[in-house]
């Protein structure tokens, strides 16, 4: 049943879109060198530096060539989403994220690769990040991605404005100290209290505020799949996170996403940031107006001993690729020690791709580089919230910042809308999650056998 619902929704979806996506994106240009293997990805600066550095590095070694599609992340999303539900070959390999490898495996969508990572002794698979390996396993066991690059969270201070105004972070911080640290440090400088996602979308607003749910005790549906946004613990941590951001958050917080606010603490607008860890490279990059200003710890917690997220872009073949093997190829050289020194030693250590390989955090040149932030990059990797058990009590899903479901991309983005009109206050909390509510319990039906 889960094949077809997903099936018939990306295909549904997306048929109109795949008209324009077709003329769409940063493609190799038609008409040139046949493609060993042709790869998708969403374009980020890290796809980027990949395409760059393939011909020169993996192309002239293996003599394979590399056809590259990279396209804006929702964009990726849908031809990933149509692609792998026809099984259309087109693509060989895919970036996909820790939501989508599941699903997509339960499918039988992409191809296992533990017979290519045993028979591939240089690849050092027991370096990889074990908790990266699990959120990448399917139900039957086996691996079907490997990370290109990973990511926990935590927060992010201002040393200098936290001494301008006398106050100390806890090196462990809860969040009910954090909303007190950002009420006396809010307009120091300028600056707000705190700059955290306000922006709809499941990968928006919804990535801080599940941790937030799961650390206050909250969970959005209990063992029998019942739905539980309208419970006191996730009434407590909703509310909680939208009188944060409206009483010491940046201004026109609902229209914020994680770029918006990333350019904000950049230029020096913000005391505080709960994000991503892989924003660190950015706000000391040089340019920053806060480079050397930043302290950084563990993302807040409260109930649990641990919070935070766990999230992975991946590798993975497509069930329908005719060259496998040339996949794990490119696979085995885009996920390894050996290009993360590459784009060390060409482009810069705080641009090689991290949070992936323990190897990188004992690497000297790393270290400085990232001197600032590595450790607790390293601590978020290894110990963030567990994704099968990541809040108070028992859940039917998996996940930290998401549900690992197929429905949740669609009622994720319906419930972030309703909490990004409580941020812009257009309806209160109670309001927003009673409609939330009934969306989440819907969306389960299938799952109560109904």
Known sequence: MKRSLLARAAVAATAVAGLVLAGCGDT???????????VLAMDASQMQTLKKLTKRHFTEETGITVDYTLL??????ERMNREFATQAGTYDVASLSAYEVPIYADNGWLAPLDSYVKADEDFDQDDVFPNLLSSLTGEDGKLYAEPFYGEGSFLMYRKDLFRKDGLTMPPNPTWEQVAGLAARIDGTDGASGICLRGLPGWGQNLAPLNTVVNTFGGTWY???????LTSPEVKKAVGFYVDLLRS????????MGVLEI???FVEGKCAMMYDATSLASSIEADGSAVKGKVGYVPAPHERTEKAGWLWTWAWGIQQAAENKDAAWEFISWASSKEYQELVGQEVGWTAAPAGNRKSLYSNPAYQQAADAWYRQEYTAATDSADPK????????????GFLGIPEFAVLGTAVSEQIAAAIAGQQPVDAALEKSQDLAQAAAAKYRGE
Do not use: C, F, K, M
């Open 222 to 228: 209990d063992t029998d799949w019942n739905a539980r």
């Open 28 to 38: 190799d240009a038609p008409g040139g060198e046949q493609a060993d293997i042709s």
């Open 248 to 255: 010491h958050g940046q201004p026109d917080a609902d229209r």
């Open 72 to 77: 804006p992340e929702n964009e990726a999303r």
């Open 262 to 264: 990333l350019d904000r």
């Open 389 to 400: 058990n990541p809040g108070v009590g028992p859940r039917p899903y998996t996940g930290v």
